[in-house]
Protein backbone atom coordinates (compact mmCIF):
# COMPACT_ATOMS: atom_id res chain seq x y z
CA UNK A 1 0.00 0.00 0.00
CA UNK A 2 1.40 3.77 -0.99
CA UNK A 3 0.20 6.61 0.90
CA UNK A 4 -0.25 9.79 -0.74
CA UNK A 5 -1.11 13.10 0.71
CA UNK A 6 -3.41 16.06 -1.50
CA UNK A 7 -3.80 19.21 -0.11
CA UNK A 8 -5.53 22.18 -1.60
CA UNK A 9 -4.24 23.40 -4.49
CA UNK A 10 -4.72 27.68 -3.08
CA UNK A 11 -2.83 30.13 -5.64
CA UNK A 12 -3.95 28.41 -9.31
CA UNK A 13 -5.85 29.96 -12.01
CA UNK A 14 -6.85 26.67 -13.00
CA UNK A 15 -10.35 26.30 -11.73
CA UNK A 16 -12.37 23.46 -11.07
CA UNK A 17 -15.23 22.06 -11.63
CA UNK A 18 -15.89 21.02 -7.87
CA UNK A 19 -14.52 22.53 -4.91
CA UNK A 20 -11.20 21.45 -3.76
CA UNK A 21 -10.56 18.67 -0.57
CA UNK A 22 -8.31 18.49 1.60
CA UNK A 23 -7.80 14.60 2.26
CA UNK A 24 -5.38 11.96 3.06
CA UNK A 25 -5.69 8.14 1.31
CA UNK A 26 -4.56 5.31 0.21
CA UNK A 27 -4.75 4.02 -2.57
CA UNK A 28 -3.83 0.07 -4.09
CA UNK A 29 -4.41 -1.86 -7.52
CA UNK A 30 -5.94 -4.86 -8.06
CA UNK A 31 -4.40 -7.40 -10.73
CA UNK A 32 -6.56 -6.54 -14.59
CA UNK A 33 -6.60 -7.63 -18.06
CA UNK A 34 -8.54 -5.70 -20.38
CA UNK A 35 -7.71 -5.71 -24.04
CA UNK A 36 -7.52 -1.68 -24.64
CA UNK A 37 -7.20 -1.98 -28.22
CA UNK A 38 -10.00 -3.42 -28.66
CA UNK A 39 -13.03 -0.58 -29.73
CA UNK A 40 -15.77 0.21 -27.80
CA UNK A 41 -17.94 -0.81 -30.29
CA UNK A 42 -18.67 -2.49 -33.81
CA UNK A 43 -21.40 -2.60 -36.83
CA UNK A 44 -20.60 -6.08 -37.54
CA UNK A 45 -24.83 -7.09 -38.64
CA UNK A 46 -24.47 -3.69 -41.07
CA UNK A 47 -20.82 -4.28 -42.51
CA UNK A 48 -21.28 -8.24 -43.07
CA UNK A 49 -24.15 -7.85 -45.07
CA UNK A 50 -22.96 -4.58 -47.53
CA UNK A 51 -22.43 -6.35 -50.75
CA UNK A 52 -19.28 -5.63 -52.39
CA UNK A 53 -21.36 -3.90 -55.22
CA UNK A 54 -22.50 -1.18 -53.62
CA UNK A 55 -19.05 -0.23 -53.48
CA UNK A 56 -19.15 0.84 -56.73
CA UNK A 57 -22.98 1.95 -57.20
CA UNK A 58 -24.45 4.65 -55.64
CA UNK A 59 -28.26 3.73 -53.81
CA UNK A 60 -29.62 6.01 -56.28
CA UNK A 61 -29.07 5.55 -59.64
CA UNK A 62 -31.26 7.87 -61.27
CA UNK A 63 -29.77 10.96 -59.55
CA UNK A 64 -26.31 9.31 -60.65
CA UNK A 65 -27.21 9.69 -64.36
CA UNK A 66 -28.47 12.79 -63.65
CA UNK A 67 -25.26 14.46 -62.57
CA UNK A 68 -23.54 12.74 -65.01
CA UNK A 69 -25.63 13.67 -67.66
CA UNK A 70 -24.99 17.45 -66.41
CA UNK A 71 -21.46 17.10 -66.63
CA UNK A 72 -21.35 16.14 -69.83
CA UNK A 73 -23.44 19.17 -70.83
CA UNK A 74 -21.86 21.87 -68.94
CA UNK A 75 -17.88 19.83 -68.96
CA UNK A 76 -17.59 18.33 -72.11
CA UNK A 77 -13.78 18.38 -71.57
CA UNK A 78 -14.06 15.98 -68.20
CA UNK A 79 -13.75 12.22 -69.37
CA UNK A 80 -16.70 10.16 -67.89
CA UNK A 81 -14.90 7.42 -69.89
CA UNK A 82 -16.80 5.43 -72.60
CA UNK A 83 -19.51 3.46 -70.78
CA UNK A 84 -23.42 3.32 -70.77
CA UNK A 85 -25.83 2.15 -73.99
CA UNK A 86 -24.21 5.57 -75.84
CA UNK A 87 -20.58 5.03 -74.74
CA UNK A 88 -20.65 8.48 -73.24
CA UNK A 89 -19.83 7.53 -69.45
CA UNK A 90 -23.47 7.92 -69.05
CA UNK A 91 -24.11 4.84 -66.86
CA UNK A 92 -25.66 5.14 -63.26
CA UNK A 93 -22.86 4.07 -62.10
CA UNK A 94 -20.28 5.77 -59.55
CA UNK A 95 -16.78 4.65 -60.79
CA UNK A 96 -13.65 6.06 -60.50
CA UNK A 97 -13.93 8.76 -63.25
CA UNK A 98 -17.32 10.05 -61.91
CA UNK A 99 -15.90 10.13 -58.38
CA UNK A 100 -13.29 12.26 -60.12
CA UNK A 101 -15.68 14.46 -62.14
CA UNK A 102 -17.51 15.12 -58.54
CA UNK A 103 -14.72 15.67 -56.42
CA UNK A 104 -13.98 18.60 -59.77
CA UNK A 105 -17.17 20.36 -59.76
CA UNK A 106 -19.58 18.64 -57.54
CA UNK A 107 -19.53 22.22 -55.35
CA UNK A 108 -21.21 23.51 -58.50
CA UNK A 109 -23.50 20.70 -58.97
CA UNK A 110 -24.99 21.06 -55.76
CA UNK A 111 -25.16 25.03 -56.03
CA UNK A 112 -27.80 24.46 -58.78
CA UNK A 113 -29.85 22.99 -56.60
CA UNK A 114 -29.59 19.21 -57.56
CA UNK A 115 -28.56 16.57 -55.05
CA UNK A 116 -26.39 13.08 -55.59
CA UNK A 117 -27.01 10.38 -53.00
CA UNK A 118 -23.17 9.52 -52.59
CA UNK A 119 -22.67 5.56 -51.98
CA UNK A 120 -21.50 5.33 -48.00
CA UNK A 121 -17.97 4.02 -48.51
CA UNK A 122 -16.93 7.05 -51.00
CA UNK A 123 -18.46 9.80 -48.67
CA UNK A 124 -16.10 8.13 -45.79
CA UNK A 125 -12.98 7.51 -47.66
CA UNK A 126 -13.56 11.19 -49.01
CA UNK A 127 -13.17 11.54 -44.77
CA UNK A 128 -10.35 9.88 -44.83
CA UNK A 129 -8.29 11.51 -47.04
CA UNK A 130 -9.48 14.95 -45.53
CA UNK A 131 -8.79 13.46 -42.01
CA UNK A 132 -4.99 12.47 -43.34
CA UNK A 133 -4.49 15.63 -44.71
CA UNK A 134 -5.70 17.32 -41.79
CA UNK A 135 -2.92 15.32 -39.43
CA UNK A 136 -0.34 15.49 -42.19
CA UNK A 137 -0.75 19.82 -41.64
CA UNK A 138 -0.90 19.49 -38.41
CA UNK A 139 2.69 17.11 -37.99
CA UNK A 140 4.04 19.93 -40.40
CA UNK A 141 2.63 22.63 -38.32
CA UNK A 142 4.48 20.94 -35.16
CA UNK A 143 8.24 19.69 -36.35
CA UNK A 144 8.49 23.45 -38.10
CA UNK A 145 7.90 25.08 -34.78
CA UNK A 146 10.65 26.25 -33.58
CA UNK A 147 10.41 25.21 -30.30
CA UNK A 148 9.96 21.76 -31.42
CA UNK A 149 13.16 22.00 -33.65
CA UNK A 150 15.01 22.93 -31.01
CA UNK A 151 14.51 19.23 -29.27
CA UNK A 152 16.22 17.76 -32.15
CA UNK A 153 20.01 16.37 -31.52
CA UNK A 154 20.37 16.35 -35.19
CA UNK A 155 18.68 19.51 -36.64
CA UNK A 156 20.08 18.42 -40.82
CA UNK A 157 16.87 15.92 -40.02
CA UNK A 158 14.42 18.39 -39.82
CA UNK A 159 13.71 18.97 -43.76
CA UNK A 160 14.17 15.18 -44.18
CA UNK A 161 11.59 14.56 -41.18
CA UNK A 162 9.12 17.26 -43.22
CA UNK A 163 9.85 16.24 -47.05
CA UNK A 164 8.58 12.76 -45.57
CA UNK A 165 5.63 14.06 -43.82
CA UNK A 166 4.80 15.38 -46.94
CA UNK A 167 4.31 12.13 -48.82
CA UNK A 168 1.79 10.33 -45.94
CA UNK A 169 -1.06 10.25 -47.83
CA UNK A 170 -1.61 6.65 -48.71
CA UNK A 171 -4.43 4.64 -46.80
CA UNK A 172 -6.13 1.26 -47.00
CA UNK A 173 -9.54 1.12 -45.24
CA UNK A 174 -11.34 -2.59 -44.61
CA UNK A 175 -14.89 -2.69 -44.01
CA UNK A 176 -15.45 -6.27 -43.27
CA UNK A 177 -13.84 -7.33 -40.48
CA UNK A 178 -13.22 -11.12 -41.91
CA UNK A 179 -11.00 -9.27 -44.37
CA UNK A 180 -9.44 -7.44 -41.77
CA UNK A 181 -5.85 -9.19 -40.50
CA UNK A 182 -5.89 -6.62 -37.42
CA UNK A 183 -9.85 -6.85 -36.70
CA UNK A 184 -9.84 -5.68 -33.02
CA UNK A 185 -8.17 -2.26 -34.02
CA UNK A 186 -9.11 1.34 -35.20
CA UNK A 187 -5.94 0.79 -37.23
CA UNK A 188 -2.40 0.31 -38.00
CA UNK A 189 1.24 0.77 -39.43
CA UNK A 190 3.61 -1.62 -40.47
CA UNK A 191 6.89 -0.58 -39.30
CA UNK A 192 10.06 -0.26 -41.79
CA UNK A 193 13.38 -1.05 -40.27
CA UNK A 194 15.55 0.73 -42.75
CA UNK A 195 15.66 3.82 -44.16
CA UNK A 196 15.70 2.40 -47.65
CA UNK A 197 12.18 1.01 -46.74
CA UNK A 198 10.65 3.94 -45.05
CA UNK A 199 9.55 4.86 -48.87
CA UNK A 200 8.04 2.11 -49.40
CA UNK A 201 3.93 2.50 -49.90
CA UNK A 202 3.62 -0.25 -47.64
CA UNK A 203 5.54 1.26 -44.75
CA UNK A 204 3.73 4.90 -45.50
CA UNK A 205 0.43 3.89 -45.49
CA UNK A 206 -2.55 3.55 -42.68
CA UNK A 207 -4.81 0.87 -42.14
CA UNK A 208 -8.22 1.22 -40.93
CA UNK A 209 -10.76 -0.15 -39.61
CA UNK A 210 -14.08 0.81 -40.90
CA UNK A 211 -16.08 -1.17 -39.35
CA UNK A 212 -14.87 -0.23 -35.84
CA UNK A 213 -14.80 3.49 -36.60
CA UNK A 214 -18.72 3.97 -38.20
CA UNK A 215 -21.27 1.90 -37.79
CA UNK A 216 -23.59 2.59 -41.43
CA UNK A 217 -24.86 5.46 -39.86
CA UNK A 218 -22.57 7.81 -37.85
CA UNK A 219 -19.22 7.69 -36.59
CA UNK A 220 -18.50 5.40 -33.61
CA UNK A 221 -14.86 6.77 -32.95
CA UNK A 222 -12.84 9.78 -33.95
CA UNK A 223 -11.83 9.31 -37.34
CA UNK A 224 -9.24 12.06 -36.52
CA UNK A 225 -7.94 10.83 -33.75
CA UNK A 226 -7.38 7.27 -35.47
CA UNK A 227 -5.87 9.02 -38.34
CA UNK A 228 -3.70 11.19 -36.34
CA UNK A 229 -2.29 8.36 -33.82
CA UNK A 230 -1.09 6.15 -36.53
CA UNK A 231 0.62 8.93 -38.25
CA UNK A 232 2.41 9.51 -35.13
CA UNK A 233 3.58 5.95 -34.96
CA UNK A 234 5.22 6.26 -38.93
CA UNK A 235 6.97 9.58 -37.27
CA UNK A 236 8.44 7.97 -34.68
CA UNK A 237 9.30 4.84 -36.72
CA UNK A 238 11.38 7.55 -38.88
CA UNK A 239 12.76 9.37 -36.34
CA UNK A 240 14.29 6.18 -34.72
CA UNK A 241 15.30 4.89 -37.66
CA UNK A 242 17.91 7.78 -38.20
CA UNK A 243 18.61 7.78 -34.44
CA UNK A 244 16.55 10.83 -33.56
CA UNK A 245 15.04 9.77 -29.91
CA UNK A 246 11.63 10.78 -29.55
CA UNK A 247 11.15 9.44 -25.82
CA UNK A 248 13.14 7.71 -23.22
CA UNK A 249 12.07 3.93 -23.10
CA UNK A 250 10.03 3.20 -19.79
CA UNK A 251 10.10 -0.27 -20.25
CA UNK A 252 11.85 -3.08 -22.53
CA UNK A 253 10.23 -2.78 -26.34
CA UNK A 254 8.32 -5.55 -26.98
CA UNK A 255 9.54 -8.24 -29.22
CA UNK A 256 6.56 -9.87 -30.46
CA UNK A 257 2.79 -9.02 -30.93
CA UNK A 258 1.53 -10.99 -28.00
CA UNK A 259 3.96 -9.26 -25.82
CA UNK A 260 3.01 -5.99 -27.45
CA UNK A 261 -0.60 -6.22 -26.71
CA UNK A 262 0.12 -7.17 -23.01
CA UNK A 263 1.96 -4.08 -22.70
CA UNK A 264 -0.20 -2.11 -24.80
CA UNK A 265 -1.19 0.24 -22.27
CA UNK A 266 2.24 1.59 -21.42
CA UNK A 267 3.96 0.93 -24.39
CA UNK A 268 6.12 4.09 -25.47
CA UNK A 269 5.27 4.15 -29.18
CA UNK A 270 2.12 4.07 -28.03
CA UNK A 271 2.24 6.86 -25.35
CA UNK A 272 3.73 9.20 -28.35
CA UNK A 273 0.97 9.28 -30.56
CA UNK A 274 -1.74 9.71 -27.71
CA UNK A 275 0.47 12.28 -26.85
CA UNK A 276 -0.03 13.83 -29.98
CA UNK A 277 -3.49 13.60 -29.94
CA UNK A 278 -3.79 15.13 -26.66
CA UNK A 279 -1.59 17.85 -27.80
CA UNK A 280 -4.06 18.91 -30.56
CA UNK A 281 -7.09 17.92 -28.46
CA UNK A 282 -6.06 20.84 -25.90
CA UNK A 283 -4.00 23.25 -28.36
CA UNK A 284 -1.32 22.35 -26.54
CA UNK A 285 2.14 23.75 -27.27
CA UNK A 286 5.51 22.29 -27.70
CA UNK A 287 7.27 23.51 -24.53
CA UNK A 288 3.41 24.24 -22.45
CA UNK A 289 4.04 22.60 -18.92
CA UNK A 290 1.96 20.68 -16.86
CA UNK A 291 0.11 23.49 -15.56
CA UNK A 292 -0.63 25.31 -19.02
CA UNK A 293 -1.67 22.01 -19.93
CA UNK A 294 -4.36 22.05 -17.49
CA UNK A 295 -5.46 25.32 -17.91
CA UNK A 296 -6.37 24.26 -21.31
CA UNK A 297 -7.70 21.09 -20.59
CA UNK A 298 -9.96 22.83 -18.27
CA UNK A 299 -10.98 25.07 -20.90
CA UNK A 300 -12.18 22.57 -23.40
CA UNK A 301 -14.46 21.41 -20.63
CA UNK A 302 -15.90 25.06 -20.43
CA UNK A 303 -16.00 25.45 -24.24
CA UNK A 304 -17.74 21.65 -24.51
CA UNK A 305 -14.94 20.50 -26.47
CA UNK A 306 -14.14 17.66 -24.21
CA UNK A 307 -16.96 16.17 -22.18
CA UNK A 308 -16.22 14.43 -18.69
CA UNK A 309 -19.12 11.91 -17.73
CA UNK A 310 -19.41 9.88 -14.28
CA UNK A 311 -16.51 12.39 -12.42
CA UNK A 312 -16.26 15.55 -10.93
CA UNK A 313 -12.65 17.01 -11.32
CA UNK A 314 -10.31 19.09 -9.59
CA UNK A 315 -6.94 20.02 -9.84
CA UNK A 316 -4.81 19.77 -6.47
CA UNK A 317 -0.97 19.29 -5.66
CA UNK A 318 0.72 16.44 -3.77
CA UNK A 319 4.09 16.11 -1.59
CA UNK A 320 4.13 12.62 -3.50
CA UNK A 321 6.40 11.46 -6.51
CA UNK A 322 5.11 10.60 -9.57
CA UNK A 323 5.48 7.96 -11.65
CA UNK A 324 4.19 5.97 -14.59
CA UNK A 325 1.80 2.99 -13.91
CA UNK A 326 2.26 -0.32 -14.42
CA UNK A 327 0.63 -2.57 -16.90
CA UNK A 328 -1.97 -3.81 -14.22
CA UNK A 329 -2.26 -0.41 -12.85
CA UNK A 330 -2.82 1.16 -15.73
CA UNK A 331 -5.56 -1.83 -17.17
CA UNK A 332 -7.28 -0.91 -13.79
CA UNK A 333 -7.65 3.01 -14.46
CA UNK A 334 -8.78 1.98 -17.73
CA UNK A 335 -11.18 0.12 -16.14
CA UNK A 336 -13.22 3.08 -15.08
CA UNK A 337 -12.25 5.89 -17.53
CA UNK A 338 -13.27 3.57 -20.37
CA UNK A 339 -16.32 5.28 -21.95
CA UNK A 340 -15.89 8.67 -19.66
CA UNK A 341 -13.80 11.40 -21.58
CA UNK A 342 -15.63 11.79 -24.95
CA UNK A 343 -14.42 15.03 -27.70
CA UNK A 344 -16.32 16.23 -29.51
CA UNK A 345 -19.42 14.00 -28.61
CA UNK A 346 -17.24 10.89 -29.19
CA UNK A 347 -15.13 8.71 -27.00
CA UNK A 348 -11.62 9.44 -26.98
CA UNK A 349 -9.40 6.67 -26.39
CA UNK A 350 -6.65 8.36 -26.82
CA UNK A 351 -7.01 10.07 -23.82
CA UNK A 352 -8.45 7.82 -21.61
CA UNK A 353 -5.20 5.60 -22.21
CA UNK A 354 -2.85 8.78 -22.16
CA UNK A 355 -4.37 9.79 -18.22
CA UNK A 356 -4.64 5.99 -17.19
CA UNK A 357 -0.88 5.57 -17.80
CA UNK A 358 -0.11 8.77 -15.55
CA UNK A 359 -3.14 7.79 -13.22
CA UNK A 360 -3.09 6.94 -9.54
CA UNK A 361 -6.21 4.79 -8.34
CA UNK A 362 -6.62 5.44 -4.13
CA UNK A 363 -10.23 4.90 -2.72
CA UNK A 364 -12.26 5.04 -6.02
CA UNK A 365 -10.74 8.33 -6.71
CA UNK A 366 -8.22 8.57 -9.86
CA UNK A 367 -5.38 10.98 -9.87
CA UNK A 368 -3.49 12.35 -13.14
CA UNK A 369 -0.07 13.28 -12.84
CA UNK A 370 0.36 16.61 -14.98
CA UNK A 371 3.45 17.38 -14.01
CA UNK A 372 4.72 13.99 -15.88
CA UNK A 373 2.35 14.91 -18.81
CA UNK A 374 3.83 18.45 -19.12
CA UNK A 375 7.39 17.14 -18.98
CA UNK A 376 6.81 14.24 -21.72
CA UNK A 377 4.42 17.19 -23.57
CA UNK A 378 7.82 19.49 -23.21
CA UNK A 379 10.72 16.80 -23.80
CA UNK A 380 8.63 14.46 -26.11
CA UNK A 381 11.78 12.31 -24.61
CA UNK A 382 10.76 10.73 -21.14
CA UNK A 383 8.29 11.22 -18.50
CA UNK A 384 10.27 12.64 -15.90
CA UNK A 385 13.20 15.01 -15.00
CA UNK A 386 15.86 15.27 -12.24
CA UNK A 387 14.53 18.06 -10.76
CA UNK A 388 13.52 18.05 -7.16
CA UNK A 389 10.03 19.24 -5.99
CA UNK A 390 8.37 19.74 -3.07
CA UNK A 391 4.85 19.15 -4.92
CA UNK A 392 2.69 17.91 -7.57
CA UNK A 393 0.19 19.12 -10.00
CA UNK A 394 -2.15 16.28 -10.37
CA UNK A 395 -5.91 15.96 -12.23
CA UNK A 396 -8.40 14.71 -9.44
CA UNK A 397 -11.34 12.57 -11.08
CA UNK A 398 -13.71 12.06 -7.98
CA UNK A 399 -16.54 9.91 -8.85
CA UNK A 400 -20.07 11.68 -8.81
CA UNK A 401 -21.65 9.06 -6.26
CA UNK A 402 -18.39 9.78 -3.85
CA UNK A 403 -18.66 13.80 -4.60
CA UNK A 404 -19.23 15.54 -1.50
Known amino acids: MEKFRFKQLIESKLGTVKPLLVEESETSADECNVNIAQSDETADAFWDNFKKSTLVKPYDYNSTVRFQKWVKKNYPSINLGTFGIKKDGVDGKFGKLTQSAWNRVGNEYLKGGSQLNLPLTFTINEDIKRSISKARNEYLKWFSDENTRKKFKN ?47 KYKSINLNVFNIHNGKNYIASLDQVTKHEMGHLIDNFLRIYKEPTYILTQNTPTSQQEYSQTYITNDSETYSRLNNFRTIIEAGPMDDGNQMLNKFFNKIRSGTIQVKGFDLSAMYSSTKPRKASVDQANEIMKSLRKMILVNGLSSHNTQQLFSEYGIQSQGNIYVSFYLLGRLNQTSKGPEDENKKSNYLYLKFTPINQSV
Open 155 to 201: QKLIPQLLKYINTLTSYKSYYNKNQSPNPKTFGWVKYAKSASQLNEL
